[in-house]
């Protein structure tokens, strides 16, 4: 018994109870998936082979790959100018911004999706406007094709592109573009020569997120797309649904995760912190490598230096251009991306307020019939009771464990804290339909499918991870001499976490708990496993919804669920900044 309290006081003690949650319901299922995909024991290939001997399957997995990059790369084409203006912003307008783009990331998947069923639907805002200004005598086909797809993929993942853009932008160090500039190059050269170089860690963060996590969508492709626009996590679960043949699913969900796994060797995904990038060398790009394009652009930069020079000399002591005419553009962008990300959740809550019988914008007429229908119907009362309940349970469970997690980890070596770390986050790098299956997996052998503790447990696995995450950027700015101080003056480590480390890693630690609630509130791939026939959440109650009937109701769900967001930003505000701050030790005794 005193060996295990003396573990349990060590770093690695307290990071045990995650490890074998993330072990129990996700690790050793995703091996035993690995083994069925093999015909373990007799270990064959054939369940590969006779995936990729359908030529449909092959089709269906290359659609997947190709409309995964597309999205990703239109994601980094609207994401890096719009990441570059927010990061040059002024810090007011700058935290503006960012709230914004933070309000739709926050938002729920389903409740964005089905914004652009209401705007891109036949009956919808833009065929109707179309419509009533004569500009076409019938509906044009803007929703289940793939041309939605992207429109819908792209809107929920393009936050996930800009933020890190925006974080790695802001450890940028200046004064290297201004060098730049105070030596005679071009606005265009010092971005192109200085910022861009230094700034490729976020893209190649934010792309490698995107890439992945697009390979794992379910829910849009099968609500904006058609039949033709089927993706691989469709396939596999029409696939749990109807035969569930355990082998043939196994073998496509490796596949899927295979191609993420790559994807993850070549990138790889910098989760560290983005301060001090100035001094991190970047990777060279493929086209350096290629000599007869390297000697064109040194024979072209040969021949511009002289003309460099005499431009140097000339613009030296020109007086700079405060013009606003060339603000225009990347003013118009970025407003542009805030329309994107924000006006399909304003059409949604307004609509909520028709007085119609059917969803119209504008509305004819103002009323609450269907929030009263909503409040008004024991199903969807008791599905959003069932899914406060779970977020709760799943949200207590995770913060808990989590913070010990990222407690221990900080206390780590920093290559054995990396690894861990990779680890723990898993469940939110890998495809969701892959996590969905493991975890159905690991409760159907623990007898906990179509149980409340089965869906708390599959929840907690990535909203661990949202809390380990935050929780530890949060510990990265913990001065550890006030821990050091503590114990000096005779504080047992338990007395020295609850009365120093707690109360200054708070708002980390509730933080971390609203992600870990809106990443259970909103979950629907792994519920839908999990949940089986006997329990249903809001999120599985909405999709049910979306996909068999058309009901109005559903608009006032999901503008209450649009709302949500900004109350967690005033919750987590107040939290964060109404606490008194407390001044750090100085390093000098002297002083």
């Known amino acids: 018994m005193e060996t295990l309290l003396k573990l349990g006081r060590t770093p690695i003690g307290i990071i045990v109870p995650a490890f074998t949650i993330l072990l129990v319901v996700f690790g050793i299922?995703?091996?035993?998936?690995?083994?069925?995909?093999?015909?373990?024991?007799?270990?064959?290939?054939?369940?590969?082979?006779?995936?990729?001997?359908?030529?449909?399957?092959?089709?269906?997995?290359?659609?997947?790959?190709e409309v995964s990059v597309i999205a990703t790369a239109i994601c980094v084409i609207i994401g890096y100018p719009t990441a570059y203006l927010i990061a040059a912003a002024s810090k007011r307008l700058r935290m503006t911004l960012i709230v914004l783009v933070i309000i739709p990331y926050l938002t729920s998947l389903l409740a964005r999706t089905y914004a652009w069923i209401v705007i891109l639907g036949d009956r919808g805002l833009i065929n109707n406007l179309l419509l009533e200004l004569e500009l076409i005598s019938s509906p044009l086909p803007l929703i289940?094709?793939?041309?939605?797809?992207?429109?819908?993929?792209?809107?929920?993942?393009?936050?996930?592109?800009?933020?890190?853009?925006?974080?790695?932008?802001?450890?940028?160090?200046?004064?290297?573009?201004?060098?730049?500039?105070?030596?005679?190059?071009?606005?265009?050269?010092?971005?192109?020569?200085?910022?861009?170089?230094?700034?490729?860690?976020?893209?190649?963060?934010?792309?490698?997120?995107?890439?992945?996590?697009?390979?794992?969508?379910?829910?849009?492709?099968?609500?904006?797309?058609?039949?033709?626009?089927a993706m691989l996590s469709t396939f596999i679960a029409a696939q749990v649904s109807s035969s569930f043949n355990m082998a043939r699913t196994a073998a496509a969900a490796f596949i899927l995760l295979g191609i993420a796994a790559v994807m993850l060797f070549i990138l790889g995904l910098d989760l560290s912190d983005t301060q001090g990038g100035a001094a991190r060398p970047a990777r060279s790009s493929w086209l350096?490598?290629?000599?007869?394009?390297?000697?064109?652009?040194?024979?072209?930069?040969?021949?511009?230096?002289?003309?460099?020079?005499?431009?140097?000399?000339?613009?030296?002591?020109?007086?700079?251009?405060?013009?606003r005419w060339s603000q225009i553009p990347g003013t118009a962008l970025v407003a542009l991306v805030m329309v994107y990300l924000l006006f399909p959740g304003l059409v949604v809550i307004i609509m909520s307020f028709s007085a119609g019988m059917f969803l119209e914008f504008p509305p004819s007429g103002l009323s609450l019939k269907?929030?009263?229908?909503?409040?008004?119907?024991?199903?969807?009362?008791?599905?959003?009771?069932?899914?406060?309940?779970?977020?709760?349970?799943?949200?207590?469970?995770?913060?808990?464990?989590?913070?010990?997690?990222?407690?221990?980890?900080?206390?780590?070596?920093?290559?054995?804290?990396?690894?861990?770390?990779?680890?723990?986050?898993?469940?939110?790098?890998?495809?969701?339909?892959?996590?969905g299956i493991a975890a159905y997996l690991g409760m159907a052998n623990l007898g906990l499918?179509?149980?409340?503790?089965?869906?708390?447990?599959?929840?907690?696995?990535?909203?661990?991870?949202?809390?380990?995450?935050?929780?530890?950027?949060?510990?990265?700015?913990?001065?550890?001499?006030?821990?050091?101080?503590?114990?000096?003056?005779?504080?047992?480590?338990?007395?020295?976490?609850?009365?120093?480390?707690?109360?200054?890693?708070?708002p980390g630690v509730i933080g971390g708990a609203v992600f870990a609630f809106i990443h259970s509130f909103?979950?629907?791939?792994?519920?839908?496993?999990?949940?089986?026939?006997?329990?249903?959440?809001?999120?599985?109650?909405?999709?049910?919804?979306?996909?068999?009937?058309?009901?109005?109701?559903?608009?006032?769900?999901?503008?209450?669920?649009?709302?949500?967001?900004?109350?967690?930003?005033?919750?987590?505000?107040?939290?964060?900044?109404?606490?008194?701050?407390m001044k750090r030790v100085p390093s000098d005794p002297a002083n």
């Open 449 to 506: 499918i179509g149980s409340m503790t089965g869906i708390v447990l599959a929840h907690s696995i990535g909203a661990i991870a949202y809390v380990v995450v935050i929780v530890s950027g949060t510990l990265a700015n913990f001065d550890r001499r006030l821990e050091q101080a503590a114990k000096s003056m005779r504080a047992g480590p338990l007395q020295t976490f609850r009365r120093i480390t707690l109360p200054l890693i708070a």
């Open 522 to 581: 909103d979950e629907v791939v792994i519920s839908s496993f999990i949940s089986g026939l006997s329990i249903r959440t809001l999120p599985l109650k909405m999709w049910e919804n979306i996909r068999h009937e058309i009901d109005p109701t559903i608009a006032a769900v999901a503008s209450l669920l649009m709302l949500l967001p900004v109350l967690w930003l005033i919750a987590i505000y107040i939290t964060w900044w109404s606490r008194p701050r």
């Open 29 to 65: 299922p995703i091996v035993l998936l690995f083994l069925t995909s093999l015909n373990a024991p007799a270990f064959s290939i054939f369940n590969y082979q006779a995936f990729l001997g359908q030529r449909a399957n092959v089709r269906v997995l290359f659609q997947t790959i």
């Open 288 to 323: 350096s490598r290629l000599p007869s394009l390297s000697t064109l652009t040194r024979y072209l930069n040969e021949l511009a230096t002289p003309y460099r020079a005499r431009r140097w000399t000339a613009k030296l002591y020109q007086a700079k251009s405060d013009s």
């Open 144 to 229: 289940y094709n793939r041309m939605a797809v992207y429109i819908g993929m792209v809107h929920i993942m393009l936050p996930m592109m800009i933020l890190p853009l925006v974080s790695v932008m802001l450890g940028i160090d200046k004064s290297l573009t201004a060098a730049a500039r105070s030596m005679g190059a071009r606005p265009f050269a010092a971005f192109w020569r200085v910022f861009l170089p230094l700034s490729l860690p976020g893209v190649r963060s934010g792309s490698v997120l995107v890439f992945v996590l697009c390979l794992g969508f379910y829910i849009t492709p099968a609500a904006l797309g058609g039949l033709r626009d």
């Open 370 to 435: 269907w929030y009263r229908s909503f409040f008004g119907d024991p199903s969807w009362k008791g599905a959003a009771w069932t899914s406060i309940q779970v977020g709760v349970a799943a949200a207590i469970l995770s913060t808990i464990v989590g913070t010990l997690a990222a407690y221990g980890l900080s206390r780590t070596s920093p290559r054995f804290r990396s690894l861990l770390t990779m680890v723990i986050l898993t469940p939110i790098t890998f495809p969701v339909i892959v996590v």
